[in-house]
């Protein structure tokens, strides 16, 4: 059974930071790529960043550049994603999700997902 749990969000002011996590069972974690996506009210299922479970490949979409930071740690089955400089354009229920193949941006791709964490940014 694999279950893909986050973690973290919750509201903050313009400017401010949230670190969120995804804690996964029920797969070999290290072997998987995870990747982080949001979704607005009305709006699409968009990608923030991934990262691959072997080479550490990490992608991020422009707006995440430079304010984003995605991470795992495989001894605690966990991913996390630092959120630094948040606007209000960034609240979204942000969702993790993992696939084994290679990494990509693409939502449909991924098989596994977490249940969603609420990040609301206010201006």
């Known amino acids: 059974q694999v279950q893909l749990v986050e973690s973290g969000g919750g509201l903050v002011q313009a400017g401010g930071s949230l670190r969120l996590s995804c804690a996964a069972s029920?797969?070999?974690?290290?072997?998987?790529?995870v990747g982080w996506f949001r979704q607005a009210p009305g709006k699409e299922r968009d990608f923030v960043a991934a990262i691959s479970g072997g080479t550490g490949t990490i992608y991020y979409t422009d707006s995440a550049k430079g304010r984003f930071t995605i991470s795992r740690d495989n001894a605690k089955n966990t991913v996390y994603l630092q959120m630094n400089s948040l606007k209000p354009e960034d609240t979204a229920v942000y969702y993790c999700?993992?696939?084994?193949?290679?990494?990509?941006?693409?939502?449909?791709?991924?098989?596994?997902w977490g249940q969603g964490t609420q990040v609301t940014v206010a201006s």
């Open positions: 029920g797969l070999t974690f290290s072997s998987y790529n």
């Open positions: 999700a993992a696939r084994l193949r290679v990494l990509t941006t693409t939502p449909d791709l991924y098989n596994y």
